[in-house]
């Protein structure tokens, strides 16, 4: 059955896994012996837009693909983690990459890199590059994966670099004050190259004006030097070229405004009309980011049962997403004084569990949290533990095995349900969604 579908890049992508005994081992130096083995592919690139931050990475990024899209432009994409499969993390030409060439160029890397130790992060990162040097675009849009001054992409000189808002997170790779976190951020800054950058804590943007500073890098501050803000059902963006009045962004969330913002001032630097750039707001996509399910495999059979259910899927997980969840909770969702809010919640044993329950219950709209395992990683917090910091909290919650045993206890017609606090969770909840016949796709 095409359900059972395997492609045969997972057997080449777990040969890779191989390669090093650490997931993350933060460094530059086996990334920069591999591309000198590819031949220097990450010199070959068309014009990169280089981005880190915290949170609303790949939104910002999702959004000025669209913008460049929208103003004739062939666009590379990178970006991490993945939600169903490999293929999504490098686009060509705005094409998710196709089996056969994924299969080719983490062979090559392979064979380049023969035995030698190299992190799965790393090795992918030279296969995107290795695709990109070899597939014509006017741009690459490259997002970080972890940090940013010695994550594998850091390893170009890109027309421009931005970053977006900076929180705690990962405290075990970057430090643990917000300061050190945008230290790390920082690095991707380059001598003389622009950076955007969006509104910042006090001691971040100190921290980051201070690098671009050190290296006669322009920066264009949100807040400062632009400002992007919602009024009257549309976005306003001022920057010192003047006033754009656009619609509002396609993406769910008061803090998409300001990764819209982000996005139209990188937009500005590459002189893209305001017209595709409205465009480009209103098409943008990005899965499990408020992403509204209406369609798909569960999505139909649940809503036979319950027809009228808002269904939304995040994928955050630190303390700055539960802000950002408990603020559209307590809108709860498009019909705000109709719904109950039901929340479907699984989180990795590492991630900020107390402070996103903590805001979940603030914001006085949950009716009830289901707490389900992380299936796709070996690090979920066991779903008792969760739903008792629930309980503490004066949330009612219980523990269930799986998403789908959450769903059958969920009898409101009317309810919101939101799936949140992972993007495995997210992942595995995407690939039960798709209809068979999607399955075999890449």
Known sequence: MMSDFRPASDDVLNQLLALHPKKIDLSLGRMMRLLAALDQPHEKLPPVVHVAGTNGKGSTLAMLRAMLEAAGQRVHCYSSPHLVRFHERITLAGTMIGEAALVDILERCKAANGSAPITFFEITTAAAFLAFA?????????????GG????????????TAITPVSIDHQEFLGDSLAAIAGEKAGIIKPGVPLVCAPQAPDAAQVIAAEAERLSAPVFLGGQDWMAYAERGGLVFQDGAGVLDLPLPSLT??????????????ARHLDLSGAAIAEGLAKAVWPARLQKLSSGKWVSQLKQRLPNVEIRLDGGHNEAAAEMLADFIAGAGERSSERDVHVILGMLANKAHQAFIDHLAACGRVAHLYAVPVEDSDAGLPPTELANMARATGLAASAHDGFQAALDMIDDPDALILIAGSLYLAGQLLRANEDDENRASP
């Open 149 to 160: 001054r010695l994550d594998a992409t850091n390893i170009t000189t890109p027309r421009l």
């Open 253 to 266: 969330g008061k803090h998409q405004i300001t990764n819209a913002g982000t996005a139209i001032a990188l």
């Open 134 to 146: 070899e597939h014509e675009a006017d741009y690459v849009l490259l997002e970080t994966g972890l």
